[in-house]
């Protein structure tokens, strides 16, 4: 744990950290000083992101969490409040995306389990009275729709009107937040090397486009945008609230 860490004597509840940009988050907090809930519906990989975080000399706990789970949800976060005393930072960072899922799955994760995060998380943070923030994982296709070498539907419509809505409820829960200090804001990533866009990788047509497309001319890091939700939860973005910041390598640019 960095003894000038950036959120030192901070508490954080991460959800979608087993893999992934959650896992960066997570590991990276802990490497700030904070102490992590590594939470995941899949228990082994919380688990592990958890004992790889205290490896490194940080604090951490894991959970699982079906965050389509309103129950689920509000335990997460009372859970860790129990383990610390306290709760400062919310990453609602599960989500789900592909042909393999139906609307109504992908809806759940992306769009209704933020939700719960902020509602819940929201609360609580008033509730404690010292402020605290909020970071929603979006997407850059939560402003964009896409036409891919694949046929209709860009991303996946209901990934792309899943992570519209994560823009919304960004926006709203900023203002409800605003006056108690609580800050609520979203990241809209690119294309990002993770196993979400496994299936990418293995279609040629698909890899080219999307790397092809990207300015940069590369797939994302996860680390790249765990940077990104940690400048969210500092006391570096004090004054950044209600927003997105994109993290697209400039696809949104062209």
């Given at each position: 744990?960095a003894?000038?860490g ?16 959650g896992?960066?988050?997570a590991i ?10 590594a ?13 790889q ?21 509000k335990a ?7 383990a610390?005393?306290k ?8 989500g789900?995306?592909g ?9 759940a ?7 719960y995060?902020?509602?819940?998380g ?12 909020i970071?929603?994982?979006s ?22 009107a ?21 800050r609520v ?5 690119g ?13 040629e047509?698909?890899?080219e ?15 790249e ?5 940690l ?7 004090s004054y950044?609230?209600?927003?997105y ?10």
């Open positions: 744990m003894q000038d950036r959120l030192n004597g901070k508490t954080a509840l991460v959800t979608g950290a087993g893999s992934g940009i896992k960066a988050i990276l907090y802990g490497r700030e000083g904070a102490s992590v809930m939470s995941d519906i899949n228990e082994d990989t919380a688990s592990a992101v958890a004992a975080i205290e490896d490194s000399g940080g604090e951490a706990k894991s959970l699982r969490t079906d965050t389509t789970s309103e129950e689920d949800v997460a976060i009372q859970t860790t409040v129990s610390w005393g709760i400062d930072i919310v990453v609602n960072n599960a789900i995306g042909p393999q899922y139906t609307w109504e799955q992908v809806i994760v992306n769009e209704t389990g933020v939700y995060g902020c509602l819940h929201l609360q609580q943070l008033i509730k404690q009275g010292h402020g605290g923030a970071v929603n994982m997407s850059m296709m939560g402003i964009i729709g896409a036409t891919n070498p694949i046929g209709p539907g860009g991303a996946g419509h209901a990934y792309h899943s992570k519209h809505a994560v823009i919304g409820l960004t926006k709203q829960f900023g203002l409800d937040g605003a006056p108690h200090n609580v804001n979203a990241i809209c990533p294309w990002i090397d993770t196993p979400l866009v496994d299936l990418i990788k293995s279609a047509p698909l890899l486009w999307t790397v092809g497309g990207t300015p940069m001319g590369r797939l994302g890091r996860p680390e945008i765990a940077s990104v939700a400048f969210l939860a500092s006391d570096d973005s950044v609230n209600g927003t910041i994109l993290a697209d390598g400039g696809w949104t640019a062209k």
